[in-house]
């Protein structure tokens, strides 16, 4: 309005502006649409080809990541022959826990030969111990735990789920091929040729593989046996540090910083170091963890409770930049309404400035542990890596101080071991960890809708 | 100007409630408030009126020492609530709010209950023994604030349900129920239609029975309305004050005189 030039017609101007009909588009408006219509061209190619992105990510992962939860089991009668389990015979225990699994592969292996026998189907194998490769290696430690477990039943024959070995595993699957086993010293075709005739008899079949879930890692030679559940235990209780630790602490100095710290240089410089830190690289986080935790303060190696001290380090910077956002957020009319009526700053704060932050709070407090949760980096260096967890934590405390492995630690694990079948696991795994990660997202979604509306 | 009714009311004389001398206010390096007298009277209603950025909410503002909580506000000078300085270092500005209450420019109930609304101030200075106490200082507040009948069935209702008009009335009733001695408004009826507004101002001119009510406002006929003395700032120099009726119908400064008749401002 202020320059009525504009609207008037100029010397040089384009022809489409001195007057025209409204109908004819002049050939000014056309190229703003035309550049307004690219850009949203753009636009929309950006969003389709993160979309594809996402969806080849995700599929990927499905693909290779289902076959994990998937295993193949022998259902077997195994006789528990009390000449060899139980020399004596007076079942005792310790004579018992005497036979180690080498005593008890002979036993499977002849239940093997003999089953098949039964069923009528022909092997070429003449030494009953050349059955052993259909079998993972932890069939015979499987039997002699049923055993310890319940000696009265020497001398009876039992019916065991027992697991395929990998390979034979890998062949129901499709991982394993005639042509990849050309040179593969575990298994040969006859064996794959016993396991069709097998499947066709109802002795070998694919069933959900829970151990995968719940079970802990295992040897390098039987991945068939490993599962996430002790490196689950691992995340939990790191996460369970860095709860504990990091929503008190990000909180407290937040709400200090935001509302109560005068602005001054040191604040600021106390602010800009914040900022600073959410963007250092994890492994700086870990190396810091090594010196100060377990050089200096002589912490245990590769315990959850270092682990989540380290991250609680790398988290508390999200959470206070995420806290101080929400606290900023809250009108200021509402500290003015408390101040008012005589509340002290203190008061102001935690009566009503707090709740109404809580759900900005919550939320970068699950997005910070959800970051932690995934965080791989810093656990390579305080040693929560490699072949750790075989057993479950005996109790909380053990829990957090005894070495142990996390989520991501023992995805990176499988996938750097030599067998294709750790390599499906690591995807399985990774199925895991995005299934924790989208729970937790989730949450900071629904608690961010469920307490918004408040104001 | 036409519709601009003047109320001649008997201003008879009063106590004086607050007094400042030579108030100064700077924001940083901003001299925001220069050199400010003026004694506000107890039970009366005085208007502070000038155009906009004049000084005249910061001063409110120093009445109950709000500007503490803007870091770069720095205030001089003397300012006395019955004869006691309020910015000597032993008052503590949580009690002295206690007893000057204040009402905002922008209605801002707690996003709580009627109820919790209320009983917030009266629950942090202690003034219910028990609940029945605290019931009863809800009811006196809002009945005070002229919303009683239109809240009574729904005290559980949160105050951010309410509307602009009902909120700063909750707002007054918040402020009243902490039985403070003083009444800041800050432009109360700006956010408000004019039905909402002209019960606000009905409700302030019942308040001036037992409260000093300061009220800035932008409104000359509200001031003129609702207001016995009127102070007119300008530029952060109290240019005028005096009886309302003196100041609109025959200001003594030519500042005053072209802000009331529209030529600045």
Known sequence: MTDLSANQPRRGAPAGRTGGSLYATDARTRRRNAA?????????????????????????????GTGAFQQSFVTAPVYLD????????????EDIKKVSTFGYSPLIDEALQTMLAERGIDSTFEKPKEYRALLSASAAAQVRDYVIANPGRIGETVEFRLLASSRVDGYLKGRVTRDSIARDKNISAAHLDLADAMVAAGMLRKGFNWAFITGADASESRPEQAGMGVSMLGSLFMMLVVLGLSLPIGVAASIYLEEFAPKNRFTDLIEVNISNLAAVPSIVFGILGLAVFIQFAHLPQSAPLVGGLVLTLMTLPTIIISTRAALKAVPPSIRDAALGVGASKMQSVFHHVLPLAMPGILTGTIIGLAQALGETAPLLLIGMVGYIASNYPQGIGSGFLDPNSAMPAQIYEWAKRADPAYYERAWGGIIILLLFLMTMNIIAILLRRRFERRW | MNDMRILERS???????????????????????????????????????????????????????????????????????????????????????????????????????????????????????????????????????????????????????????????????????????????????????????????????????????????????????????????????????????????????????????????
């Open chain 1, 82 to 93: 009390p000449a060899k389990l139980d020399k004596k015979g007076a079942r005792d225990i």
């Open chain 2, 11 to 265: 201003v008879g004389i009063k106590e004086v409630k607050i007094s400042a001398r030579g108030c100064q206010v700077y924001y940083g390096d901003n001299h925001a408030i220069k050199d400010v007298d003026i004694d506000i009277e107890d039970k009366t209603v005085t208007a502070f009126i000038g155009p906009s950025g004049c000084g005249k909410s910061t001063f409110l503002r120093c009445l109950n020492r709000m500007n503490d909580t803007i870091d770069i506000a720095r205030v001089e000078g003397t300012i006395l609530l019955d004869g006691e300085d309020i910015y000597d270092p032993k008052v503590d500005p949580v009690q002295l709010r206690a007893k000057v209450g204040m009402v905002f420019q922008k209605p801002n109930p707690f996003p709580k209950s009627i109820y919790d609304n209320i009983a917030y101030g009266p629950r942090i200075h202690g003034l219910a023994r028990n609940k029945a106490d605290l019931d009863e200082i809800v009811e006196k507040s809002l009945r005070r604030g002229a919303i009683w009948d239109e809240v009574k069935d729904r005290l559980d209702a949160p105050g951010t349900g309410l509307s602009g008009g009902q909120q700063q009335r909750l707002c007054i009733a918040r402020a009243i129920a902490t039985e403070p001695e003083v009444l800041l408004m800050d432009e109360p009826c700006s956010a408000l239609d004019p039905i909402a507004t002209a019960q606000v101002e009905e409700l302030i001119d019942e308040l001036r029975e037992s409260y000093s009510v300061v009220i800035v406002t932008h409104s000359m006929q509200q001031a003129a309305r609702v207001s016995q003395k009127t102070a007119f700032f300008h530029l952060g120099h109290l240019v005028e004050y005096g009886e309302t009726g003196h100041i609109f119908t025959n200001p003594s400064d030519p500042r005053t005189e072209s802000y009331i008749t529209g030529r600045i401002g």
């Open chain 1, 36 to 64: 307004e219509k690219r850009f949203r061209l753009y636009g929309m190619v950006a969003v389709a080809i993160g979309v594809a992105f996402v969806i080849a990510l995700l599929s990927v992962i499905l693909l290779n």
